[in-house]
């Protein structure tokens, strides 16, 4: 079975797989997915003027995108815990199909009074 490195520098099992609930946005996003994203090529040409002191306003805007999306629940969206219960990985999949074109809601436009969160100055909405 795979390992995953611990910081108390022991190694824990990874064993469990699970769907991903609206309150695991957060913890996600910021110790599984946006660490691992900063030398991605989607992630360079999303925010080309990322930079350390302005990341939270990054990981902000994901995870409130996450959460809005695990809401519509209309994707499957599963997480890999080390035995302990820590996410290190998550995945979606989409197995929806239609014929007729979607409209898909803008998450880049506030909206007022439903905690939307801004896009970050960083981010190229032009890429």
């Known amino acids: 079975m795979p390992l995953s490195p611990n910081p108390n520098s022991h190694c824990e099992k990874i064993v469990l797989s699970s769907p991903v609930q609206v309150t695991d946005a957060d913890i996600l996003i910021r110790k599984c997915d946006f660490l691992t994203i900063q030398d991605d090529l989607l992630h360079l040409i999303m925010f080309p003027r990322s ?51 979607q409209v898909i809601e803008s998450l880049s436009s506030p909206k007022q009074n439903d905690g939307v969160i801004p896009n970050p100055d960083t981010l190229d909405m032009d890429a």
């Open 51 to 101: 930079r350390p002191d302005i990341w939270e306003s990054e990981i902000r805007w994901m995870v409130n995108n996450l959460r809005h999306t695990l809401e519509k629940q209309r994707s499957n969206f599963r997480k890999v815990c080390t035995e302990y219960g820590t996410p290190v990985r998550f995945a979606c999949w989409t197995l929806e199909q239609s014929e007729a074109p």
